[in-house]
């Protein structure tokens, strides 16, 4: 089950109070103050930690407590101080503040921390006040209180190739035929609703990450449908492929859906418009031999390919050009200088 968000409620730990103790020892009638300082109180981290891909421990618990402190005591004895209490994501988390919806930090990296809340300073035990003026203090610090914060945590997919489509383009099928991963497939549409990882091993030394995410209608951009829920999954892609349904259900002309998408896409993020993208034309075994080229022809010109040039075509049910396209992928991510950014 993937989960890519959830709201938790951490705190991190009070500082320990410091002490206030005078030295007793027989012999030595003025020994002077020895109260030692508190220990500091744990701070809760967020780790970014490549074993993990889901969020799903953060749904099924809300409160994360960080210890706290531990008092000082006599003899200058400062407390222990408390371990701090940490949070393993996977890479590709957002922290949001939930009560002001303002961004903590971006977990974008593997081994990346972000400290969400700090824990409290230990007080000062009277030793620490003891002065040429002042050699009896009787006061010491009471330990720092512990942060308490409402936290969001948003998951944005981190993959390789994106697929791109209208509800039953055939991402699904796709993913099927290049990974292990088995995606529900059916005749209807949003099949998906969730985001699909899957590992396409190329050969024993190359292997990409594609992303199945939940299909796109008119007006994402704006929230309808699943709108957000999958364009921000994907902006963490390195390469888009775009798949036509050749022959949609409904239909509708897969130029005319090719743009409804791009249109989604630029409304939403300049950036995520400006992506590599591989205009893939899908479900090419649903057309007769002797009526592809024809059809073919048609949708590479209305897309805009130059004279001469087509789209790649494949079919995910059958497998037809499916590897030529994964080594299409292989060539263009690698040209990505930094991936998953």
Known sequence: MFIDEAVIEVRSGKGGDGCVSFRREKYIPKGGPDGGNGGDGGSVIVAGDPNINTL??????????????????????????????????????????DETNQLIADVDAPGKRVVVAKGGRGGFGNIHFKSSTNQTPREAEPGEPGETVRVRLELKLMADVGLLGMP?????????????????????????????LGIAELDAERRLVFADIPGLIEGAAEGVGLGHDFLKHVERTALLVHLLDVAPLDGSDPAANYEIIRRELANYSNDLAEKDEIIVLNKIDLIAPDDRDALIDRLAGQLGFARGERPMVISGATREGVRELLERCWQMSARVPERWT
């Open 56 to 97: 799903l421990d953060y749904r099924s618990r809300f409160h994360w407590h960080a210890r706290h402190g531990q008092p000082g005591t006599s003899r200058d004895c400062s407390g222990e101080a408390a371990a701090d209490l940490l949070l393993p994501v996977p890479p590709g988390t957002l922290i949001y503040n």
């Open 168 to 196: 039953n383009a055939g991402k699904s099928t796709l993913l099927r035929a290049v990974s292990k991963a088995r995606p529900m497939v059916a005749d209807f549409p949003f099949t998906t609703l969730k985001p699909q």
